[in-house]
């Protein structure tokens, strides 16, 4: 089957950048997704990425797109306390949305 | 790991009639479950918190009347879409947490009203 993975758990030190990786199997994606998730909440969608881009910036947010490897990132710059989440990479393909398990990032102060 | 199966993965039913979607934890127990429902082209959204033994907690806008979510055990949380229409067509999703892996997601269920 199709298959989105990504690590389990990273972690970091406050004021670091954090990057939060994922691979895909389905080259057919359209759009690429990164959610948060926070204890006990739903998800937030972050971010996304159209399928013909290599990367976007938002703010401290940095997607990173490639298609090739069929490889998608995440980088926090400056990652605060508050970034520590559950963070799920999501790929939309014939109108169905594929999860990876999601990565636990813990800031360390 | 762990596992979410959820059911149907595709339903057609005519306007009006009503649609159950099961969400069930194959081998762990998940005391709260959360169903998303998404848009053509739009990112996911969140209506409900589904909580064991207790009412889900809808977000707002979510018609708790029309989405009903039941979560009768550990392992089973159900919503059902009442007196579906044509706009009620959407990909619904839920996911469950095991603590020590994080959260799961079902397959999807891609619902069809015409």
């Known amino acids: 089957g199709e298959d989105v993975e990504q690590s389990l758990f990273l972690s970091v030190r406050e004021g670091d950048s954090s990057v939060i990786n994922c691979t895909y199997t389905?080259?057919?994606?359209?759009?690429l997704y990164w959610y948060k998730q926070e204890p006990g909440a739903g998800l937030q969608l972050l971010t996304y990425i159209f399928s013909n881009m290599d990367m976007k910036q938002d703010q401290r947010l940095t997607v990173l797109l490639n298609k090739k490897d069929k490889h998608l990132s995440l980088r926090i710059a400056d990652t605060q306390t508050g970034d520590s989440a559950i963070y799920f990479c999501?790929?939309?393909?014939?109108?169905?949305?594929?999860f990876g398990a999601g990565t636990r990032l813990t800031v360390k102060p | 790991g762990a596992v979410v199966s959820q059911h149907p993965s595709r339903v057609i039913c005519k306007s009006g009639t009503s649609v159950k979607i099961e969400c069930r934890s194959l081998d762990f127990q998940a005391t709260t479950m959360f169903w998303y429902r998404q848009f053509p082209k739009q990112s996911l959204m969140l209506m409900a918190t589904s909580n064991e033994g207790s009412k889900a907690t809808y977000e707002q806008g979510v018609e708790k009347d029309k989405f009903l979510i039941n979560h009768a055990s550990l392992t089973l949380s159900t919503l059902t879409v009442t007196s579906a229409h044509p706009e009620d067509s959407s990909f619904y999703i839920c996911?469950?947490?095991?603590?020590?892996?994080?959260?799961?997601f079902g397959s999807g269920t891609r619902l069809t009203v015409v």
């Open positions: 389905d080259s057919s994606s359209t759009y």
């Open positions: 999501a790929e939309w393909v014939n109108n169905d949305m594929r």
């Open positions: 996911s469950a947490s095991e603590s020590a892996y994080g959260y799961t």
